[in-house]
């Protein structure tokens, strides 16, 4: 049973989680929402357990198709970055920023950028193009990120400022065209780099969140240097391109890992 502590462990987490906004918003939502990303998480992870090779393509797409289709088309909830700022400006401690919260601002200090890798519903379209290990090395391009978190930023404030009506309104058709384009763009980044992440390595806006928290992130994986034969399969596998054979927290691209567990799939000697 100590291979299933991880997933038992996130579980129990989601669970608490789900039961104490259910009791303190007095809504009985949140106890589904929690405790339904909780259950498809703990499910991907005792699949990979059970060396089930789409074990993470099915909680991206029990995570992902929710989080796009009912809460954001069928709920009108806008879960991008925009709707973080909206709530964040109204002072409302709901939908987006209860999201942004757990999942992107406290939880990475936890299991780091792992949301990128089974719940992000941009790059559950991604992970299905054609270039899933990069062809290139990686770019120094990541700081057009901060450029896209400014705008989104100026575009909700700029919003508020002007006192313009039907703002939820407006919220969710950003959400639709939002996605729109960060679809289009991260298709194109792929196509163009060869790489299926680019999008998430050098344009993502919420990584500005999450990559200084998963610096300390307490989940992650690490090498036994004693099997470690330095044979590189594990960095050529790497989506976010991880120096994975370096245990230290300042190893190259660290707070970029997803833990998608391809290099450890691909270790030879089970050294990860």
């Not at 918003?25 to 090779?53: A, H, P, Q, R």
């Not at 406290?106 to 790059?123: H, K, N, Q, S, V």
């Not at 054609?130 to 450029?147: A, E």
Request: proline fraction near 3%.
């Amino acid at each position: 049973m100590k291979k299933y502590i991880i997933p038992i462990s996130i579980f129990l987490l989601f669970e608490t989680i789900a039961i104490t906004l259910w009791l303190t918003k007095d809504n009985l939502f949140y106890l589904f929402n929690f405790s339904y990303i909780g259950f498809s998480i703990t499910l991907g992870l005792i699949l990979f357990t059970m060396k089930y090779k789409h074990a993470r393509r099915i909680t991206q797409l029990l995570v992902g198709l929710y989080m796009l289709i009912y809460l954001g088309l069928i709920c009108n909830e806008n879960m991008q970055i925009e709707g973080f700022w909206y709530y964040l400006f109204t002072g409302v401690f709901e939908a987006a920023t209860i999201h942004y919260a757990v999942a992107k601002i406290l939880g990475p200090l936890i299991f780091g950028r792992g949301w990128c890798g089974y719940a992000c519903w941009t790059a559950m379209v991604l992970d299905l193009l054609p270039y899933k290990t990069p062809l290139h090395p990686r770019k120094r391009i990541g700081w057009i990120r901060y450029i896209f978190f400014v705008i989104s930023l100026i575009y909700v404030s700029t919003l508020f400022l002007a006192n313009i009506g039907s703002l939820e309104k407006i919220m969710f058709w950003s959400f639709i065209i939002g996605n729109i384009l960060y679809y289009a763009l991260g298709i194109i980044l792929a196509f163009a780099l060869k790489d299926n992440r680019a999008f998430c390595k050098y344009i993502c806006p919420v990584a500005v969140f999450m990559k200084p928290m998963s610096y300390f992130s307490i989940l992650r994986i690490k090498c036994d240097t004693n099997k470690c034969i330095s044979c590189g399969k594990c960095k050529k596998v790497c989506p976010m391109d991880v120096d994975i054979t370096d245990n230290s927290r300042s190893r190259q691209n660290g707070t970029d890992c997803i833990l998608c567990f391809e290099c450890v799939n691909a270790c030879p000697k089970k050294a990860l």
